[in-house]
């Protein structure tokens, strides 16, 4: 622990928002059940090598199966929103026409269970599982799929606004595009940098496009978005001043400047890549010139920035670290998610990290809150994800002790806290996740939970941290640390 003082204790406004989140492909099972259609993750995780030990979203946590018993852990924390997503070809098994009756009941079922014990719903439209027939036509590089994502969302809008008022397009349109279609690590494993960047375009086109036909139907809900950001800082020393040799400071000063244009860039393509055409309606001009050599801009069309920027009810924000990079060499022939950039290597500072090996800084939570306040017209914010992978285990006696997870969300909360402090207009919290789960890449191999799952039989053991959070969602604030 590198604190200096003893925290004292916090409280958050009134009403503010505590909820867990979730998402279909990672939770459901069930993926040839009720005439669902099947995604690129089903088509990804059954090819040999994609997933940590060969795993797949097949079962799961047979969520499809066993939502009453999720609904009743997350109304036993006194958690009042659940953030979860749909499966698009559960909806619409090939990504288009009329919805499937067995997909549409089943969400019913979830719904109505949520809300007969005050557990409102948070619906994501798309967390990343699309349909495959749609990516067998070109997936998001297309523009065609921005299109079939509006119908998709105008028709399940159609059929469960009378119940959920919150509506989400996209999570992590980054991720989507270059984890997708750039690095190949996420579904649909394709490598192709040109792509990746039309798939982002297209992803927001798709995003405004949705919104502006919900809202078409019917104003009343509350749309948003939810990106995942991080701070970029430069990992070069700021220039050095005073008396030393001459020489040495300039080399000193130009690799500082090499840092900083790398972070420079890599805040671009990761961060105002999103903000900008959400919040302010147009690329960031610096981003255009960087990725100017990867492709032309002939997929962005007359029309579609003002498309792109509906005006939004939130925006949802995932944080799970910062990102530290400095100039280097330029490394061709690994795929990387940073396209244009490769050359940008990205630096260890050598904090406590989770087990995907994120360094902890609870600090950079309110960096990003504190950034988007000051340097855009942003509306109400929610933090969508926040949360850690760690491999507690369960106990002889039934307890799983995490107590690393407690300590994590509690630093974040603080920071949280923090930024509401500093003006942040911040609603919300959402911990990642309910339950342990399939953590994409990583497989089972990864528990991001507050609910622990033994997947042989399927059995919830809820952890100490979700007995923490329970008490910090009654309290609505965190106790000073003595
Ligand atoms: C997010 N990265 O994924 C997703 O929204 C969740 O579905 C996921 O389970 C959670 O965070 C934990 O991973 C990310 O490589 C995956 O930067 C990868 C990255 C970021 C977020």
Known sequence: DTRTTAPASVCFPPGFAWGAASAAYQIEGATAEGGRGPSIWDTFAHTPGAILDGDTGDVACDHYHRYREDVALLAGLGLTHYRFSLSWSRLQPGGRGPLNPAGVAFYDR??????????????????????????????????????????YAEAVHARFADRVRSWTTLNEPWCAAYLGYASGVHAPGRREPAAAVRAAHHLLLGHGLAVRAMRAR??????????????????GDPPADADADADADADADADADADADAARRIDALMNRQFLDPLLRGCYPADLLGDLAHVTDTGHIEDGDAEVIAQPLDFLGVNYYSRHVVRAGRPDSGASTPWVGSDDVEFVGRGLPATEMGWEIDPDGLHDVLVRIHREYDAPPLYVTENGAAFADEPEPGGQVPDPRRIDYLDRHFRSAARAIADGVDLRGYFVWSLTDNFEWAWGYARRFGLVYIDYPTQRRIPKDSARWLAAVTRRNGLEGVP
């Open 110 to 151: 979830l719904i109505d269970e949520l809300l007969s014990r005050d557990v409102l719903p948070w619906v994501t439209l798309y967390h990343w599982d699309l349909p495959q027939e749609l990516e067998d036509a070109g997936g998001w590089p297309e523009r065609a799929t921005a299109h079939r994502f509006a119908e």
């Open 218 to 235: 019917d104003d009343s809900g509350s749309f948003g978005i939810t990106v995942n950001l991080y701070p970029v800082d430069s990992a």
